[in-house]
């Protein structure tokens, strides 16, 4: 595994296997996710591989009802609106990506700081099939 690049390629790869996998600096022990070659913290290049939980809270979001195409095609639109949020991991790396579990319609009722769980949305079949990272809402503990 540590033998692949740093790319978005190599992230897709992992992701359909169900595992996120992001980049971390060997010099600073910056994070990345989705992983990059080059270091945003100190502009190293020397990467390793590391491997995330999946498990975060929700730290913004905004609910989307002019979609892109490619979720206009999945009937995401002004009459069904989807929320994409920024998660912060439990490593402290945020990530962006479609929260489910919520309603879209009741934005006032989605908090920030709600527990989130990593999913893999698989769409299409063979060489078509694309795995995203979605967020769940993980219910209260009652
Ligand atoms: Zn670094």
Redesign the pocket.
């Known amino acids: 595994m540590n033998d692949k690049p740093f790319s978005d390629t190599s992230y897709q790869q992992f992701l359909s296997e169900e595992k996120i996998m992001g980049s971390k ?1 060997r ?4 994070l990345a996710l989705p992983p990059r070659p080059i ?1 945003i ?4 290049s020397d990467m390793s591989w590391t491997q995330f939980n999946g498990t975060g809270q929700l730290a913004a979001f905004t609910c989307i009802s002019v979609a892109p195409p490619h979720m206009a095609r999945e009937g995401f639109g002004r009459n069904n609106p989807y929320v994409v949020g920024v998660v912060e991991l439990d490593e402290g790396v945020r990530s962006v990506a479609r929260i489910l579990g919520v309603d879209a319609n009741k934005p006032d009722q989605i908090k920030v700081g709600t527990s989130l769980k990593a999913e893999f949305l698989e769409k299409g079949e063979g060489p078509d099939k694309h795995t995203s990272l979605v967020f769940r809402i993980v219910p209260p503990r009652s």
């Open positions: 600096c010099k600073c022990g910056a270091c913290s100190c502009l190293g």
